[in-house]
């Protein structure tokens, strides 16, 4: 495994966390412009961290995506604008029926303009209160990212019965409709 330092692909790069990676990492990679989105783990001190250690709770990561992207083709706003719309950025206890620390949103700006762009954002939001409570994602500095184990990469498509019986039962996609079904 490798890390990707806090100065690297600073643009059109963007770090997010939204519970389990796979759902974001789905989700990323429907966006028009998007690259590749890679699942792993960012916002912790030990280097290339394990699955097994991340979900122990031990090293401080989160399960996170690095989303990179064609900024000809589409904004880095764009690419946060997508992510509030497949997570409940009100819990920060976790995602659906993913809980902890490792799973909770997070958005880590790789440089002042992105945290501009994630503040402007989110107190759009909340005037408007498409969510109903406030919004508890948390807005971090970029420090590293290291990619998950490759089983873990593109999992929605290398297992996608096993994926898709996930994230219906996860909750994750009735909630996801319940907010945005009318907003689109």
């Known amino acids: ?7 690297a692909f600073a643009d059109g790069k963007a770090t997010i966390a939204g519970g389990c990676f796979w759902c974001i990492e789905e989700a990323m990679e429907k966006v028009d412009g998007v690259k590749e989105a890679v699942s792993g783990f960012s916002g912790g001190d030990k280097v290339n961290p394990s699955y097994k250690e991340v979900a122990s709770g031990l090293t401080k990561h989160i ?7 064609d900024e000809k083709k589409v904004s880095y706003e764009t690419i946060i604008r997508k992510f509030f719309m497949n997570i409940d950025p009100t819990d920060d206890g976790g995602q659906f029926v993913d809980r902890g620390p490792h799973y909770a949103p997070a958005i880590f700006y790789h440089n002042d303009e992105q945290k501009n762009i994630v503040d402007k954002i989110i107190k759009e939001f909340e005037e408007k209160k498409i969510f109903g409570s406030k919004i508890k994602v948390a807005v971090r500095s970029y420090k590293n990212f290291y990619p998950a184990e490759e089983y873990h990469q593109d999992y929605y498509k290398k297992s996608p019965i096993r994926y898709k019986f996930y994230k219906f039962n996860s909750g994750r996609t009735q909630y996801v409709n319940s907010i945005w079904k009318d907003k689109k």
Request: aromatic share 14%.
């Open 1 to 7: 495994m490798f890390s990707l330092s806090s100065n």
């Open 63 to 69: 399960e996170a995506v690095q989303v990179s992207f």
